[in-house]
């Protein structure tokens, strides 16, 4: 656990990876919106459209980082499947030559599940009374 702020490293280290996928989700997000707009894009309803998901998604997963920054129960689930999803997109992207976007991706997924999964992120996150095996029998 961190000392000044009783957080464990590696909720701290999910919660960066989280954060950092949600802020680049943001960034390509409003790019696309800028180069739609400027460069007149053949599509430009589905354009938007994927812009629109990117920022909504970038978002979504800094509220999710914000969520395990506090420690919040609820914020797991959703960094759970988040990462899940993004292990096959890495995936894609590395079978398409796209190493320097795929090997990042798959390693951050891989970094952030192992934190989320990690003893100490499960007690901070569930609570030592609601592991299995402790606590008192309802």
């Known amino acids: 656990m961190s000392p000044s702020t ?3 490293a590696t909720l701290v280290v999910a919660g960066a990876v989280l ?3 949600g802020l680049l989700a943001l960034a390509l997000g409003g790019y696309v919106a800028v ?3 400027t460069a007149r894009a053949s599509d430009l309803v589905s354009a938007l459209a994927e812009a ?3 920022v909504v998604a970038g978002a979504a997963l ?3 980082a914000w969520g395990l920054w506090q420690a919040l129960r609820w914020s797991r689930g959703p960094a759970v499947v988040t990462q899940i999803f993004v292990v096959p997109v890495a995936i894609t992207l590395i079978q398409g030559g796209q190493y320097g976007y795929g090997v990042p991706l798959v390693v951050a997924a891989v970094v952030a599940l192992a934190a989320l999964l990690a003893p100490a992120s499960t007690r901070a996150l569930v ?3 609601d592991m299995p095996g402790r606590g008192s029998p309802h």
Do not use: N
Request: glycine share 16%.
């Open 127 to 129: 609570g030592e009374d």
């Open 6 to 8: 009783g957080r464990p």
């Open 19 to 21: 954060a950092a996928e």
């Open 62 to 64: 800094l509220w999710v």
């Open 35 to 37: 180069e739609t707009l």
């Open 52 to 54: 629109g998901l990117a």
